[in-house]
């Protein structure tokens, strides 16, 4: 037999945080685009506009990754742990949470993840999320930054190869979150349900489905 569970996972904060990151984000990508191929795609109609809106995006998903690090680590107190991986996650995490991804979910298994609030994210996710966050989304808004002051940052631009390398990188790091964005709605769609995993994100509650038969089991060990 199996029954639902409803986990208050997401707290309000980390909701907003969320929507005004994944709409800063892809605003970037969609200006990004018609600024770096201007005669193919013209959505916000100047180039100038598409630059500003851009910019403007860029200053607010900044702020909101200062608010989200700063959030997790001085009012949650959980960063490292729900964003570092574990030894085991290592070890044998990821692999039995992709081969989850790849064949048994298909099968109709169950997730080798059980999330709680103290541990909302597979390892996979993890892993993913730490490269994101630590790693991609500080260079982004690093090159973006220079960009948006090249001449007062001329020195810095010079060092580090001239504004040809780094546009060249902003743009690469760019793709990397465009297909980021894919590959995590897609994810999200792996839960019990299609919807599952989209749920909290809007009222912080998520429905646990729970096999009882193996709950007994592990009770009695």
């Not at 986990?7 to 969320?18: A, D, K, L, S």
Request: aromatic residues 16%.
């Amino acid at each position: 037999m199996k029954h639902n569970e409803f986990v208050y996972m997401t707290p309000m904060p980390v909701r907003i945080w969320h929507w005004l990151n994944a709409f800063g984000i892809l605003t970037l990508c969609v200006t990004g685009l018609q600024i770096r191929f201007p005669d193919y795609i013209n959505i916000f109609g100047a180039y100038k506009a598409a630059i500003r809106l851009h910019n403007t995006a860029g200053v607010v998903v900044s702020i909101s990754y200062i608010l989200w690090l700063l959030y997790y680590l001085i009012v949650a107190k959980s960063l490292m742990k729900l964003y570092i991986p574990t030894i085991e996650d290592l070890k044998s995490g990821i692999f039995r949470q992709a081969f989850f991804y790849f064949l048994t979910y298909f099968l109709g298994k169950p997730n080798p993840h059980h999330s709680t609030p103290d541990s909302k994210f597979n390892p996979m996710q993890k892993a993913a999320y730490l490269v994101i966050m630590f790693i991609l989304l500080p260079m982004v808004i690093f090159s973006g930054v220079l960009l948006m002051y090249i001449a007062p940052l001329r020195e810095v631009l010079l060092i580090l190869g001239g504004i040809k390398t780094l546009i060249g990188t902003h743009f690469l790091l760019s793709c990397c979150f465009t297909a980021f964005l894919f590959v995590h709605i897609y994810l999200a769609t792996l839960g019990h349900t299609p919807l599952a995993h989209f749920k909290p994100m809007w009222n912080g509650w998520e429905e646990e489905e729970i096999d009882d038969a193996s709950t007994e089991k592990t009770v009695g060990r």
